[in-house]
């Protein structure tokens, strides 16, 4: 049975068991995210880190996949790519994306719990999806439980404490602690790069409809005002943690 055929067999039961968390921007205007996707991180400042943190040539999970936008990248490399996505209409259009793309499925899931065997992965990413902080310890638990010995967690998320996108999120979220999620993390015992990149648009008005779906009206309308052309700076914070290969005996 192959691991796509494993995942389907375990769905029903992973599905009653998570928590799905909500992600009003991409579930409600795929469209207008994908947009976003592309104007993200222009000069791939992200993915010349996240190269070398860990070996992309073996099997992929990547976790709140959405449609699927970065599936095909992975697959560039990786032996086999999973994305898994708790939305049921985002999961087709990742289907749609893929098709014909040897050795790579979307599967209806959660961080979680992920519908898939353990020990079934080299990697697992996630990018702006679930592990934002105290309260994911469900999902870094099921990621150490589906990676091998040696593999890797890498989560890729936006930087509040970096203007002035960061300035905008903290604005919506007031009582988000940037200090007490790098804690956080650092406690769970991951290593954090910041990577400065540039977001670039097309036109102003995908520039504006972008803002509009990441912010509330008030926030949206400052920081378009604030942004004079088409492009603004965005801080990321990387983070990856390493399964250990061996059992460490004291």
């Not at 579930?27 to 976003?36: G, I, R, S, T």
């Not at 790579?104 to 898939?116: C, D, E, H, K, T």
């Not at 400052?222 to 059992?247: C, D, M, N, Q, T």
Request: a negative charge.
């Amino acid at each position: 049975m192959g691991l796509v055929s494993r995942a389907r067999e375990r769905l029903s039961t992973s599905l009653r068991a998570a928590q799905v968390l909500p992600s009003p921007n991409i579930w409600h205007w795929p469209q207008v995210y994908e947009a976003e996707n592309h104007a993200q991180d222009v000069d791939g400042a992200v993915w010349r880190l996240v190269a070398g943190l860990c070996d992309w040539t073996g099997d992929v999970v990547d976790i709140g996949c959405g449609d699927g936008f970065h599936l095909p990248r992975f697959a560039e490399r990786a032996s086999s790519v999973l994305g898994v996505e708790p939305h049921p209409p985002l999961v087709e259009r990742a289907r749609t994306r893929v098709a014909g793309l040897a050795g790579v499925a979307a599967v209806l899931g959660s961080a979680q719990a992920l519908p898939v065997p353990d020990a079934s992965f080299d990697v697992a990413h996630a990018r702006t999806a679930y592990f934002f902080g105290p309260g994911c310890e469900p999902g870094l638990r099921e990621a150490d439980r589906v990676l091998r010995p040696g593999g890797a967690l890498v989560i890729v998320d936006l930087d509040a404490a970096r203007p002035p996108y960061g300035q905008w999120m903290r604005a919506d979220l007031p009582s988000y602690d940037a200090v007490e999620v790098d804690r956080f993390f650092e406690i769970e015992g991951f290593e954090r790069h910041r990577v400065p990149t540039v977001w670039r648009f097309a036109d102003r008005a995908t520039l504006e409809a972008v803002l509009r779906i990441e912010f509330s009206a008030p926030v949206a309308d400052r920081a378009i005002a604030s942004v004079p052309g088409l492009e603004f700076p965005v801080g990321y914070r990387v983070l990856v943690r390493h399964k250990p290969s061996r059992l460490i005996v004291r």
